[in-house]
């Protein structure tokens, strides 16, 4: 599967923007979907996911409440909104796919990777 991130931007704080994942070669369904994110200086680590049958996803407790992943399976396409942005959610946000029906939460699970989309607030 490729898999091809956008929606990235420069935003204020508080305000919102919606990532794309756009998938090819095969169906984002076959996959748990994730998106992870990395600031300079930082690891990186796993903002959302939604599992292979999409009924579960999961978020990380620094953007619970603020992010929700979705999946349009007519698009092949996974999203995250993000609201309430603020400037530690600052990175390079990524999009990947790992087989299996459950999420990870380790990058090294993930098969998968789009080529990342930069988010910048400002404060």
């Known amino acids: 599967v490729q898999l091809q991130a956008s929606g990235g931007g420069l935003v204020q704080t508080g305000g919102s923007l919606r990532l794309s994942c756009s998938a090819s070669?095969?169906?984002?369904?076959?996959?748990?979907m994730a998106w992870f994110r990395q600031a300079p200086g930082k690891e990186r680590e796993i903002v959302a996911a939604?599992?292979?049958?999409?009924?579960?996803?999961y978020s990380v407790d620094s953007v619970k409440g603020r992010f929700t992943i979705s999946r349009d399976n007519a698009k092949n396409t996974v999203y995250l909104q993000m609201s309430s942005l603020k400037p530690e959610d600052t990175a390079v946000y990524y999009c990947?796919?790992?087989?299996?029906?459950?999420?990870?939460?380790?990058?090294?699970?993930?098969?998968?990777w789009g080529q990342g989309t930069l988010v910048t607030v400002s404060s």
């Open positions: 939604i599992n292979r049958s999409g009924g579960t996803t």
């Open positions: 070669g095969r169906k984002v369904t076959d996959y748990t």
């Open positions: 990947s796919a790992r087989n299996g029906g459950l999420y990870a939460t380790s990058a090294a699970a993930y098969i998968a």
